[in-house]
């Protein structure tokens, strides 16, 4: 994680402290306590949506809660940011009252599981290929690791499965459990995540689920035209008796086409090659020329971060903090991010006017700098910021 996720901390904390002021319904006394934060479906308050995730039945429903939150919070926390989280997690929460209201819960219901099915649904989006360890009880405990994938979808899978049985007959939540709640929950973080992503409002991750089921439907293209005949190694045509037919071959003009997409391909094409020969100023010629035509664009990690670097050496102050910003947007997750937007401070500060941009991204390095004398410089330029703007 590049962020410390202090909002996840403080739901723990929040849940457990309740907890232990004797809101719970561990017995009689505590359960009349209570009575009126649970959710009831057949009178729901709004203030019950918000109230019945902090409340839980005994130290069992506690603990299991707990658990999830913290396997599963904390990178989600550090991937949505502290505010988004809390949005996040708080909208979840509603969102799963609404759904056993309107799947025809009849049981007042409590519990952080809903949200904490949010946080998991969202987790199964962002992070698939992460590894869980599960402890199994087989007279005593084996652990053993599994795909965040398997596990969250079987989770998913499992709730869903059950949630359907019961509609089939009244509610009143097997074993006391709100399966309609945990199924809204995690649709709802699978949803919300997976549209986030494609609308690039959260980093792309080569690794993240969208990604993963392209990859998969590639490779299905690729397989069934090995099937058709084609040989990728040595290609020789589609295999008579399948439905290929021999065709005249001809010569193709080696001329790009003038279209916005040739174009661009042919500009990161020369800012590969320049790159290649350590021709730096090249590549950032070609890439400012990239920058003018391509929507969105973007190079791989390293060459960005190159470019950046050489534009700003080069004292093209406000190209070098356009590359340096589309970086983060992309490359959120980068190690050294908070250099990044040191650097980003420093440009907007010293050379662009930009006061407003300069203290946004100064206040982010310092929330993340550990070396000492990145975070001195850091903050005595926020400081000669706000003389300046006096």
Known sequence: MTHTPWVNYGLLAANVLVYFLGFHAADEAGYHRIKSYMLHPD?????????????????????GNMVFLWVFGNAINDRFGHAGYLAFYLAGGVLAGIGYVLLGGQAPVLGASGAISAVAGAYLVLLPRSRVTVLLLLYVFVPFEVSSLYFLAFQFAWNLALTMGELTGPYSGAGGVAYAAHSSGYAFGIATAAALLAMRVLPRDA????????????????????????????????????????????????????TPSAKELQFRRDIAEALARNDLSAAAQRYLQLV??????????????????HLMASEQHAAAADAYERFL???????FSADICLMLGLLYGRYL?????????????????????????????LQALGHRRR
């Open 353 to 381: 006017n930009q006061a407003e941009s300069a203290e946004r991204y100064l206040r982010r390095a310092i929330d993340s700098l550990h070396d000492a004398r990145k975070l001195e410089l850091a903050r005595s330029e």
């Open 292 to 309: 003018q035509i391509a929507d969105e664009p973007v190079l791989s990690r390293q060459p960005q971060l190159d470019i950046a670097n």
């Open 207 to 258: 690794f993240d689920l969208l990604n993963l089921i392209r990859a998969h439907h590639r490779r299905g293209r690729y397989q069934r035209m090995v099937a058709q005949g084609h040989d990728p190694f040595n290609f020789v045509g589609p295999r008579l008796g399948h439905g290929g037919r021999w065709v005249r071959s001809r010569s193709a003009g080696q001329t790009t086409p003038d």
């Open 329 to 335: 947007k992309h490359y959120g997750n980068y190690e």
């Open 43 to 63: 009178s729901p308050a709004l203030a019950q949506f918000f109230t019945c995730m902090f409340l839980h039945g005994n130290f069992l429903h506690l603990a």
